[in-house]
């Protein structure tokens, strides 16, 4: 089982202002077809996770473009560029190398 | 696309639990496509039970496979989760989920679209 590793787990930002998350991997993500498996979810507060960015750097469909991911290999990075107030909630990273995926601890962020 | 999950609210310690992921929006007789488990307990990180793809290959989670069936019925467009023996650590909420969806000549694994969770309580 691919392990990941989050950091931090906590996270208190003022609006306006950027937010990183980090999250590693013991084992390499990149696939054969030179994509990285490597995807961020966020869980709002009573619901479920929704797809922020999927192979390490694409956004998903209707994701506001101050969310951005990039990273490779086994050290990844998802970027708020300015936080806002809906962004509250936990950011989960899952990798889908090998099947079944696995997800970090989560992250959760609050606003300040 | 739009799943749903459906299925006890409260099992007892050693029965199967049975549920059913109700979709629609997308066909699983198409290539690429799948619909995985997942599961995520009170304050924990979610936990993906299995998925079943479209030519019926299914890959579990190696730590539950022997509890665990997947099954398909692409007439009523469900996916069916069976789990034996529960137990009281089984307390979850359960998500389906879409993936499958082809991405500049590769197929992404993530899960795009999931469903509203349905809260399963294992308790005597």
């Known amino acids: 089982e691919t392990v990941l590793t989050q950091s931090p787990l906590f996270l208190a930002v003022t609006p306006g202002e950027p937010a990183s998350i980090s999250c590693g991997s013991r084992?390499?993500?990149?696939?054969?077809?030179?994509?990285?498996?490597l995807d961020w979810y966020l869980q709002k507060p009573g619901q479920s996770p929704q797809p922020l960015i999927f192979m390490g750097s694409h956004r998903a469909s209707g994701v506001p473009d101050r969310f951005s991911g990039s990273g490779s290999g086994t050290d990844f990075t998802l970027k708020i560029s300015r936080v806002e107030a809906e962004d509250v909630g936990v950011y989960y990273c899952?990798?889908?190398?090998?099947?079944?995926?696995?997800f970090g601890q989560g992250t959760r962020l609050e606003i300040k | 696309i739009t799943l749903k999950e459906s299925g006890p609210a409260l099992v007892k310690p050693t029965e199967t639990l049975t549920l059913t992921c109700s979709f629609s929006?997308?066909?699983?007789?198409?290539?690429?496509?799948?619909v995985g488990w997942l599961r995520q307990p009170p304050g924990k990180a979610p936990e993906c039970l299995g998925i079943i793809y479209w030519n019926d290959n299914k890959r579990y989670s190696p730590s539950l496979e022997n509890r665990l069936t997947i099954t398909m019925d692409t007439s009523k467009d469900q996916v069916v989760l069976t789990m034996t023996n529960v137990d009281p650590v089984d307390t979850a909420t359960y998500y389906c989920a879409h993936t499958g969806t082809p991405f500049g000549g590769a197929i992404s694994r993530s899960f795009d679209r999931w469903g509203q969770g349905t809260l399963v309580t294992v308790s005597s």
């Open positions: 899952m990798q889908a190398l090998q099947i079944p995926p696995t």
């Open positions: 084992q390499s993500l990149l696939h054969s077809n030179g994509y990285t498996y």
């Open positions: 929006g997308f066909s699983l007789k198409t290539d690429s496509v799948g």
